[in-house]
């Protein structure tokens, strides 16, 4: 539908081309994200959203807010790809697998490792749903064009975070105490990004602070 939507938006556009190549890229990315089968897989549609998503914030390049958004975008989210990738490096040291049921199964004894790697995920999502501490570079992302305000905002990458969450449940519920400290980033958000849209003024940034309040939920 968003792709749709951006042949009429972006009709006439110089670079046009330039904006369905960067389209088709975060697409690919996303595919990618949800339908690996490992969390290697994973972890490479993760990166790539996270530059395709750099690409599209920052089509305006002849704007300075928008290259300004689209570094900060790149790095919160980068942020959030290394904490993911130790907890990996982890999993592949005690458990030598990155399969989905393998890799969850770390048992009993190895309290302190479950713990890290619950972290680390929760790092990953926390920066790609935009949730506290590292939100600021979702409001700033309404510097791309509309439709890429949609793929991110609403549709796609934020709700990532969401995903991964869900796709690793096993791992969270062997870990008790982070995922009391989600729910605390989670409640802590949706209360926060919805007191900030009441006293916005861009229409576009009400909606980036909805988005982070629904996404706390």
Known sequence: LIVGYSIGYMDGEDEE?????????????????????NLLMLLIGWGLVGLSSYLLIGYYHERPEAVAAAKKAFVMNAIG???MALAFFLLIQHK???????????????G????????????GAVAKSAQLPLQTWLPDAMEGPTPVSALIHAATMVTAGVYLIVRTHAVFEQAPHVQELAAGLGAGTLLMAGLIALVQ??????????TMSQIGY
Not at 22 to 33: C, E, I, K, P, Q
Not at 112 to 123: D, F, R, T
Request: no cysteine; glycine share 12%.
């Open 201 to 210: 003024t861009d229409i576009k940034r009400v909606i980036a602070y909805s």
């Open 96 to 110: 030598q697998t990155l399969n989905f049921p393998d890799a969850f199964a770390v048992g009993p004894g190895h």
């Open 17 to 37: 081309r330039r904006f369905f190549g960067y389209m088709a890229l975060f697409v690919f990315s996303m595919l990618l994200l949800v339908q690996g089968g």
């Open 112 to 123: 302190w490792l479950v713990n890290l790697v619950a972290l680390g995920l929760l790092g």
């Open 81 to 83: 790809d290394a904490t």
